[in-house]
């Protein structure tokens, strides 16, 4: 249980476990024995294409100069090519990448192994984890 308690721990700012913000992809591989193997893995961002189908398809609504603001406002604002999402088997553990490092940890909810300083996060009421 030692060791589910370390590859669990929420390092706030860095990570959880052996996961560190600003590893490249490959690295979390090595974990996978721990973490659990990629499941899917796909980009963030959605194909020009499809936004523009997904449009004509259900922007009836929206004229032409508002479809074109919408979409120049996804170029603006919407994650760049390199941005990447995978879910790994066994734990609902969702990690995300920026140009091949990790930047986002995501948790189930109904993770009971995941702990800030051996405190169950989500089994605990939140004033017993802070405390």
Same mark, same amino acid.
């Given at each position: 249980?030692?060791?589910?308690?370390?590859?669990?721990? $929420?390092?706030?700012?860095?990570? /959880?476990?052996? %996961? +560190?913000?600003?590893?490249? =992809?490959? *690295?979390?591989?090595?974990?996978?024995?721990?973490?659990? +193997? #990629? &499941?899917?893995?796909?980009?963030?961002? $959605?194909?020009?294409? /499809?936004?523009?189908?997904? &449009?004509? =398809?259900?922007? !009836?609504?929206?004229? *032409? /100069?508002?479809? =074109?603001? @919408?979409?120049?406002?996804?170029? *603006?604002?919407?994650?760049?090519?390199?941005?990447?999402?995978? #879910?790994?088997? !066994?734990?609902?553990? #969702?990690?995300?990448?920026?140009?091949?490092? %990790?930047?986002?940890? /995501? @948790?189930?909810?109904?993770?009971? &192994?995941? !702990?800030?300083?051996?405190?169950?996060?989500? #089994?605990?009421?939140?004033? =017993?984890? &802070?405390?």
């Amino acid at each position: 249980m030692a060791d589910a308690v370390y590859h669990w721990q $929420i390092i706030p700012r860095a990570g /959880i476990g052996e %996961l +560190k913000f600003g590893m490249p =992809q490959p *690295e979390t591989d090595k974990y996978a024995g721990v973490y659990g +193997k #990629v &499941l899917r893995s796909g980009s963030d961002r $959605i194909p020009d294409s /499809i936004l523009q189908d997904t &449009l004509a =398809q259900f922007g !009836n609504s929206l004229s *032409e /100069i508002e479809k =074109q603001a @919408l979409l120049e406002l996804y170029s *603006e604002a919407s994650p760049d090519s390199t941005s990447v999402t995978e #879910v790994r088997e !066994n734990h609902g553990l #969702v990690l995300r990448y920026e140009k091949d490092r %990790l930047v986002e940890i /995501i @948790l189930s909810i109904d993770h009971k &192994l995941a !702990n800030l300083d051996a405190k169950g996060v989500f #089994v605990l009421p939140p004033e =017993q984890v &802070l405390a």
